[in-house]
């Protein structure tokens, strides 16, 4: 398998997923630059010439979403994706597409610096609602976590989650509520995120 990547993109959210994978010698990493992103070679590839972009043998995927529940069902043996009967993947698919879809939407649009009435105005246009949604929605399902998202076990899910969040609290994105700090000291003794420096204060 081969991930293009870029050290300054999105894409770094996937690592902590291969490490808990046990996969990371098993993927050959190739750097891309942005450059090199919208040039032929690679927008054959990926026509949105973006990265992450996974390539296993015959089978492209250029989402992050879908390169982490790819992942995490390929290697279903490492326990970090619900199976297609369980009860608990409707929870598990829901916070996926919810950190791909409304969440990253809500961090572009305040990177953008785009104003609450703006905001507010195009409302029904947005996937993420406005700012009150948002916050309800992740301070009501984080906070509900027991220790993790989907109950006593770690999902890849969580991953995804504890990467988004910790990253929108340092970029002053998103408030540090309380709700949040249970699950993130959780995630934060976990090895696979134990490099990332946006978790140190919640390491206890």
């Known amino acids: ?51 992450p972009c996974l390539v296993d043998q015959e089978i492209v995927i250029s989402e992050m979403a879908a390169i982490f529940i790819y992942l995490a069902d390929k290697y279903r043996d490492k326990g970090l994706a619900p199976a297609l009967d369980d009860p608990k993947r409707g929870a598990y698919l829901k916070w996926m597409f919810f950190c791909h879809g409304p969440f990253t939407e809500y ?45 006593e076990k770690v999902s890849a899910a969580d991953l995804y989650v504890a990467y988004c969040l910790i990253f929108a609290i340092s ?23 134990k490099d990332i420096p946006w978790f140190q204060e919640y390491r206890v």
Do not use: C, W
């Open 171 to 193: 970029a002053k994105i998103l408030p540090p509520f309380d709700e949040f700090r249970l699950f993130l000291q959780q995630m934060a003794r976990r090895d696979s995120l």
């Open 107 to 151: 961090i572009d649009i305040k990177n953008l610096q785009v104003s609450p009435e703006n905001i507010e105005k195009n409302r029904r246009s947005l996937s993420f609602g406005n700012e009150a949604a948002v916050f309800d929605f992740l301070q009501q399902g984080i906070g509900q976590a027991s220790p993790y998202l989907l109950g």
């Open 1 to 51: 398998m081969k991930l293009y990547n870029n050290p300054q993109s999105r894409g770094l959210t996937l690592l902590p997923l291969l490490k808990e994978l046990q996969i990371e010698d098993q993927i050959e990493q190739v750097e891309i630059a942005y450059e090199d992103m919208h040039q032929q070679a690679y927008t054959q590839m990926n026509p949105m010439g973006k990265v």
